[in-house]
């Protein structure tokens, strides 16, 4: 890292379930940032630059009423209840900048954080790759030289076709809110190829690629260095 | 407490005392070997990388800078052909266990899956698959390789062999054990259900006598928190033993602790473990039901007495049920106590001869009579279809997984700054033709591979899947001795296996498939 760089302080959520956490906790670590783990029933916001929801399968992508009895499938609506979403409702509302990853990304969606819904693939089966996507729309966290280049951005996910309305979607496209968009293959039926979209405000971003698993990584990792810097 | 006699608890059970049952159960294939550890014995299970051979719930070698790797493979072939999703998935589920109750977290996966080239075998290979992704995926540990085969003597019994493997720091390796008196016996995990009672003596018998509710239910969130509560158990110093309930369940984990603890420490140590304190699931559970059940995503720890509490809120903090279910003791005697309320108190002391009886058992030595069927590897759009559907990348430390071919794997292991490189056979037709050359080609093929990639292989597992033992017994006698004669002139020893009998239908036998698993390490480029 560049010494004159400040460091990012990134706060990770970890669920009962998460399985990229400490994935996510080296891909910042290798280039130079500091995170922490944040526990799913830990209440109060720690000082943070950006705060990320990892990849996984949070309660195991159930829901449930009571933990021995009957559930359902249903990808990050438990985690809703889990205490430390006060801390992802109280990061958003102050405008920090928040990073969803493939069950991160679910998660935020069901919170209402993020429009549109994510169901099980077209294939009904899960899906692991390598990936290409391309930049669009505002970019991810609006870092202008990223836009319309295309990475190489690892998927694994059984629930990760995005579904949203016609309307919703022009709008979305008017604002600039899909920033990511799979480029040569669509590995679930997403609706126009989505793979990433952010919130109107900018702030909040979600996306069902790994890039902590990416060979390019560091062009992600940038564009939140900008962001948090600015 | 009133000590009751055999005959006065047979009333509260079917016909049969409660020892023999016992005794019955852990003497059965699966659990005693009895038909093979003659065999077994033959293998080199030591050099100066082993840490843990054949034994434990895992082997261990050592990859220096005070790290070392957990290796292993298990066979579910039986539950698989008969409840196909469920049996891959909990197949998974145990070698996830025996690794990580070593202390190690898990980094990788192997499935090697065999099945007759009909209908039948296509819609169980689908399901199997499902069941490995579903199992896996969830827990976050990576498939990084295996291979699929299809012949028509796997018509009536399926191959579902899974190997794991993982890392531990060398001072925080556990072993199964218990060494000190008066220490906890926890258990933790799932509740205990009727499912999987008998589960042990199914995978010793034909196909043809089983029953589907002997398979056990899956439940890999369970088994996410239990990984986690271990690993992390593993940085303390809070518990002197940990053991997966896995085949014949409680039964066989609080004994077998207890008698590796006498093996370890030459004390007369013993146990006691309360029935009623056993978290169960079903209602009305019969004693030997508790015993014998094979519920899984159950674990049993020896804790530390002094740091009791420590260890409970640890579970407590991964929202795992854990309870003190027993106590280490001095009286050489394994004790089962049973003092429900409104019911007289039963104490049923058992000596240790009688819960592990060293059982042999021997058969003819006949030829293997080679079998004419077709022995076919999937094509490449099924195979991509297979890996597809596993995450293979989880952990970022996959270099070359399923994506590109090659019976090997690569994984990032940076702790050490170097890499990880795993063979495999496959091929194993040629062990039907003759199973001594079969199984030379395959550790060949292992050995030449790491040698390629310019790793040190450090040793090896295998699943011996053989058929019926009264026509398959030479064929795994030669195995074993074409086997020990490589292990031994390349230095590289078995550190762990398993062995599957009694594939067979009828009076048909599998063909004898010997699956290989060779760990190497290479410096990083």
Redesign the interface.
């Known amino acids: 890292m560049h010494p004159f760089k400040k460091k990012m302080q990134v706060g990770i959520i970890r669920f009962?379930?998460s399985?990229?956490d400490?994935?996510t906790f080296?891909?910042f670590k290798r280039f130079g940032h500091k995170s922490r783990f944040i526990w799913h029933k830990d209440t109060k916001l720690p000082d943070i630059d950006l705060l990320v929801l990892p990849?996984?399968?949070a309660?195991?992508?159930?829901f449930y009423k009571k933990?021995?009895a009957k559930y359902i499938i249903d990808p990050g609506a438990m985690a809703l209840g889990s205490p430390a979403m006060q801390i992802v409702f109280l990061a958003a509302e102050k405008k920090l900048p928040i990073l969803g990853i493939c069950n991160g990304f679910q998660i935020l969606v069901k919170a209402g954080l993020l429009p549109g819904r994510l169901v099980r693939n077209v294939s009904e089966?899960?899906?692991?790759?390598?990936i290409k996507c391309k930049i669009v729309g505002n970019s991810f966290f609006h870092d202008e030289a990223l836009q319309n280049k295309i990475f190489i951005v690892?998927v694994?996910h059984?629930y990760g076709k995005y579904v949203i309305g016609k309307k919703e979607l022009q709008v979305l496209e008017k604002n600039g809110q899909i920033f990511l968009k799979y480029a040569n293959f669509n590995p679930n039926g997403s609706v126009d190829n989505i793979a990433g979209v952010s919130n109107k405000d900018g702030n909040i971003f979600g996306m069902m690629p790994?890039p902590?698993?990416s060979p390019d990584g560091k062009y992600f990792i940038r564009a939140m260095e900008k962001y948090v810097r600015k | 407490m009133v000590n009751i006699s055999y005959e006065q608890w047979k009333n509260m059970l079917e016909n049969k005392p409660i020892p023999t049952i016992l005794a019955e159960a852990m003497a059965s294939e699966h659990t005693s070997y009895k038909s093979t550890k003659k065999f077994l014995a033959k293998l080199p299970t030591k050099n100066k990388y082993v840490i843990q051979g054949p034994g434990e719930n895992a082997g261990i070698v050592d990859l220096g800078k005070g790290w070392a790797l957990a290796l292993r493979i298990e066979s579910h072939n039986h539950p698989s052909f008969i409840k196909p999703h469920h049996g891959a998935a909990t197949g998974v589920g145990g070698i996830l266990r025996d690794i990580f109750t070593m202390g190690a977290r898990p980094i990788g996966l192997l499935d090697f899956l065999r099945f007759g080239p009909n209908n039948k075998g296509k819609q169980l290979l689908k399901e199997v698959v499902?069941g490995i992704?579903?199992y896996g995926?969830?827990?976050?540990v990576p498939v990084v390789g295996g291979d699929t085969y299809f012949d028509a003597t796997y018509n009536h019994n399926c191959l579902v062999n899974v190997a794991a493997f993982g890392l531990v720091k060398k001072k925080n390796i556990i072993y199964g054990n218990a060494l000190t008196i008066g220490n906890d016996l926890i258990y933790v995990g799932a509740?205990t259900g009727r499912d999987g009672v008998g589960g042990a003596q199914m995978a010793s018998e034909n196909l043809d006598l089983l029953q589907e509710s002997a398979v056990q239910d899956p439940?890999?969130?369970?088994e996410?928190?239990l990984l986690?509560a271990c690993c992390e158990l593993a940085e303390t110093d809070w518990v002197e033993g940990m053991q997966d309930m896995g085949a014949a369940g409680l039964l066989c984990s609080t004994s077998e602790v207890v008698l590796r603890g006498r093996k370890k420490t030459g004390a007369n140590l013993g146990a006691k473990v309360y029935l009623n304190r056993i978290p169960t699931?079903a209602p009305k559970m019969l004693p030997i039901e508790m015993l014998l059940s094979e519920s899984q995503e159950r674990m049993l720890i020896v804790g530390h007495r002094r740091h009791r509490e420590k260890i409970l809120k640890l579970f407590e903090h991964?929202?795992l049920e854990a309870c003190i279910i027993g106590t280490v003791t001095n009286n050489g005697k394994y004790t089962i106590i049973y003092d429900e309320e409104r019911r007289k108190n039963i104490t049923l002391p058992m000596k240790f001869k009688d819960i592990f009886p060293d059982v042999h058992k021997d058969w003819e030595m006949k030829k293997w009579k080679p079998q004419r069927s077709c022995h076919v590897k999937v094509n490449h759009f099924l195979q991509k279809d297979i890996?597809?559907?596993?995450?293979?990348?989880?952990?970022?430390r996959t270099i070359k997984g399923p994506?590109e071919p090659g019976h090997y794997a690569i994984l990032d292991i940076s702790e050490v700054d170097k890499e990880l490189v795993v063979a495999w056979s496959s091929d194993e037709d040629r062990s039907n033709v003759s199973p001594t050359q079969g199984i030379k080609y395959a550790f060949d093929k292992c050995f030449s591979q790491l040698k390629s990639l310019s790793a040190k292989p450090l040793g090896l597992t295998n699943c011996l899947n053989f058929g019926h033992p009264r026509d398959s017994i030479g064929a795994f006698a030669e195995t074993i001795d074409g086997l020990a004669r490589r292990c031994k002139t390349a230095d590289v020893p078995v550190i762990s296996g398993n062995v599957s009998l009694y594939n067979a239908h009828g009076s048909h036998s599998i063909k004898p498939t010997p699956i290989l698993v060779m760990v190497g390490v290479r410096n990083k480029k």
Do not use: I
């Open positions: 009962p379930g399985n990229c400490f994935d080296n891909f990849g996984g399968f309660f195991g992508d159930r933990a021995t089966n899960f899906f692991c790759d390598y690892p694994a059984g790994h902590e698993r | 499902r992704a579903d995926n969830c827990v976050g509740r439940d890999p969130f369970l996410k928190l986690e699931k991964w929202d890996w597809h559907q596993y995450d293979w990348m989880v952990g970022t994506n």
